[in-house]
């Protein structure tokens, strides 16, 4: 099956100041994104997740390796005709109504002007702004701004949404309730790339994830075995009693205590977030310190050699 999005060997440099020096936001980056998958990309600020996005979208060329969306190179135009993406801080004409600015994407995009209309409506109910439509998006708040951001990137019915930021400055349950619509477009057989800092959401509702550092890919899985416990086992019993407590597993049974199933204790994404970024942190200061040690020794050397 061709994947929604593939990945391979990207690296992206920009030039700056003027020694032609250039600084590398994403290094050889490779990934994999299927189909009807909820893909979580995640990353400290600078970590090269918007480089990435900005890759997919056609919006940059990459300086080395390749990026394709349902087989198609992302560098044609082709392959943004069934994408659809809200960035994380949209600019939308504050004057226009919800419904008009949704029907000016929707030409935008080649919507059938035979169902233009009716589709506007469906994709505005649908995220839950119908009794706002007509109002102006000038007078919408935080949480409406995402929704109607939303119904622009589905109203030309993509198979595959580029969400970056989804709840940013949206209070909990508005957060909850894009959380539901995520999901439900999964249901409907779509492609989802998740970029987002509340990790909770993310553990909550993508299938995989993709951790950037500094540019490099230094964690990639699906998020229920990334954040168990390997090794450890709870025991979970019903009926047990002070004496079968410090028992072991047979002692358990003869004691009369249940047996009902064996788990793996979970962690969460946050935290497998936290030690993967900070380890790579650490080796990356251990590499610097060890690069200046040996310059400092080289220099020494060659100081001694000339007395």
């Not at 189909?35 to 890759?55: A, E, H, M, R």
């Not at 839950?128 to 995402?146: I, P």
């Not at 500094?214 to 168990?228: A, F, H, S, T």
């Not at 079968?244 to 002692?251: G, L, T």
Request: charged share 25%; glycine share 8%; proline share 4%.
């Amino acid at each position: 099956m061709t994947p929604a999005i593939h990945i391979e060997n990207l690296t992206k440099d920009f030039p700056f100041g003027f020694r032609n020096l250039k600084l590398r936001a994403v290094e050889d980056l490779s990934l994999q994104i299927q189909d009807n998958q909820i893909f979580g990309l995640l990353g400290p600020n600078g970590s090269g997740k918007s480089t990435t996005i900005k890759v997919i979208l056609g919006l940059l060329n990459p300086t080395r390796g390749r990026c394709e969306i349902f087989g198609v190179p992302s560098t044609k135009v082709q392959s943004r005709m069934d994408v659809g993406f809200l960035p994380e801080a949209p600019y939308f004409y504050r004057y226009l109504t919800g419904f008009e600015m949704v029907k000016f994407f929707a030409r935008v995009c080649g919507v059938d002007k035979k169902i233009l209309k009716d589709r506007c409506r469906e994709v505005i109910e649908w995220v839950g702004l119908a009794e706002a439509a007509d109002r102006r998006v000038g007078t919408y708040s935080k949480g409406m701004l995402q929704r109607i951001g939303l119904a622009q990137a589905l109203v030309h019915n993509p198979r595959l949404i580029i969400l970056d930021e989804p709840t940013a400055g949206v209070d909990p349950v508005g957060s909850a309730e894009i959380s539901e619509l995520i999901l439900k477009l999964k249901d409907q057989g779509k492609t989802v790339l998740l970029c987002s800092h509340l990790l909770a959401q993310v553990e909550d509702i993508c299938d995989h994830v993709a951790i950037l550092n500094r540019g490099k890919l230094i964690l990639e899985g699906p998020v229920d075995e990334l954040v168990r416990h390997k090794g450890l086992q709870s025991l979970v019993v019903e009926n047990l009693s002070e004496e079968a407590e410090a028992a072991a597993r047979q002692a358990l049974e003869a004691r009369g205590a249940k047996f009902v199933r064996i788990e793996q204790p979970q962690s969460s994404l946050s935290r497998v977030f936290l030690d993967h970024v900070g380890r790579a942190e650490s080796r990356r200061r251990a590499g610097a310190e060890e690069g200046d040690g040996k310059q400092e020794r080289r220099s020494d050397t060659e100081a001694n050699q000339g007395e």
